[in-house]
T-cell receptor, first 114, second 116 residues
């Protein structure tokens, strides 16, 4: 299996622009997680899906952030409009059966908003 | 409130020696799970080991073992026979479950450097 795939790996954008991050989970995994990692806040969960349905989005910072999972093999995290404080590494992870089990992380997307 | 504490920002160990990375947690739930992940300089998060609160024995996975002391609420990671490739950030995480969520809470991490 190819593992969790994220694109792009690096994104540099100007403040106010829309940013879309993409994730393809491991085939057969029912759970998909979006995390953000910064020096100040560490690694924090933004949202997770079970069978394509959002379960907990309490970690989404504000309305500028939105996430979708239109099918079992694809998810997006969108930031509109982007701000410099959104600069971080965004990870997607998938799991066979929730957080009681190992999560497989993608390589991350390093976002820089100038 | 639940939380994970890793008090060692950085650790050094000589190749082939053993090293212990500390992790303490705080929860009032009787059922919980503890995880360790490794993050090398390339950035990806790699699962290492899991310990359930009801597990009778300490978890082991190859050179990794978890020193689980329930009364002390500690779940320290022990790496035996350190290798240069073990140099990385290490994160302890705890599963937090409530009526409307089921997620991992991560500690701030410990940077391990293995020297020859």
């Amino acid at each position: 299996d190819a593992g969790v795939i994220q694109s792009p790996r690096h994104e540099v954008t100007e403040m106010g622009q829309e940013v879309t991050l993409r994730c393809k989970p491991i085939s057969g995994h029912d759970y998909l997680f979006w995390y953000r990692q910064t020096m100040m806040r560490g690694l924090e969960l933004l949202i997770y899906f079970n069978n394509n349905v959002p379960i907990d989005d309490s970690g989404m910072p504000e309305d500028r952030f939105s996430a979708k999972m239109p099918n079992a093999s694809f998810s997006t995290l969108k930031i509109q409009p982007s701000e410099p404080r959104d600069s971080a590494v965004y990870f997607c992870a998938s799991s066979l059966a929730g957080t009681a089990y190992e999560q497989y992380f993608g390589p991350g997307t390093r976002l820089t908003v100038t | 409130a639940q939380k994970i504490t890793q008090t060692q920002p950085g650790m050094f160990v000589q190749e082939k020696e053993a090293v212990t990375l500390d992790c303490t947690y705080d929860t009032s739930d009787p059922s919980y799970g503890l995880f360790w992940y490794k993050q090398p300089s390339s950035g990806e998060m790699i699962f290492l080991i899991y310990q359930g609160s009801y597990d009778q024995q300490n978890a082991t996975e190859g050179r990794y073992s978890l020193n689980f002391q329930k009364a002390r609420k500690s779940a320290n990671l022990v790496i035996s026979a350190s290798q240069l490739g073990d140099s990385a950030m290490y994160f302890c995480a705890m599963r937090e479950v409530s009526y409307n969520t089921d997620k991992l809470i991560f500690g701030t991490g410990t940077r391990l450097q293995v020297f020859p």
